[in-house]
């Protein structure tokens, strides 16, 4: 995500200027770019440089996702929020808590979820402030109900604009 909001900012697509503006390692930030061109969101630029020192740039597909993690991104003001937003499920619980949601229908919104992995990143992102649980006394037993909320609420409200 890091990757294509830093295109979208205006970064050179050449390695190098990106490596170092991600601050990822070189493995990681290799694997990352494999991974976005084989999700279709970044090409190889043919008509530019040396074939050891490829320069990227957006696909039509990857102009729009990358405006929605510019967004993502600006939205996260401290530094210490980034592992969070690295998590694997971090981005899409946020996105499907945009509205109070039960436990349930969030995971019936994200279908390969595990339970356990849609505890731990609802606990991780209630312990940032980015969700709030609050417990809905109207049913009976009474049951808790999550939310995206302060910064967390702007990274569903980026997520959701794009989906409409």
């Known amino acids: 995500m890091n990757i294509l909001a830093l295109l979208h900012a205006g970064t050179p697509g050449r390695q190098a200027p990106l490596l170092s503006k991600s601050g990822a390692s070189r493995t990681a930030f290799a694997q990352s770019l494999s991974h976005l061109v084989d999700l279709g969101l970044l090409e190889r630029n043919p008509g530019h440089g040396h074939p050891l020192r490829p320069e990227y740039r957006l696909t039509p597909k990857g102009v729009e996702i990358a405006a929605v993690a510019g967004k993502i991104n600006a939205a996260v003001t401290e530094q210490a929020h980034g592992p969070i937003l690295r998590r694997t499920w971090s981005v899409p619980v ?3 808590s945009y509205k109070p949601r039960y436990f349930g229908e969030i995971k019936n919104e994200l279908v390969s979820v595990t339970d356990r992995a849609l505890s731990q990143s609802l606990q991780q992102l209630q312990k940032s402030r980015w969700l709030v649980r609050n417990i809905d006394t109207s049913k009976n037993p009474p049951r808790p109900i999550y ?7 702007e990274i569903a409200q980026a997520i959701n604009l794009a989906r409409v």
Do not use: K
Request: no cysteine; net charge neutral; glycine share 10%.
């Open 94 to 96: 946020l996105a499907a």
């Open 147 to 153: 939310q995206a909320a302060n910064q967390g609420f």
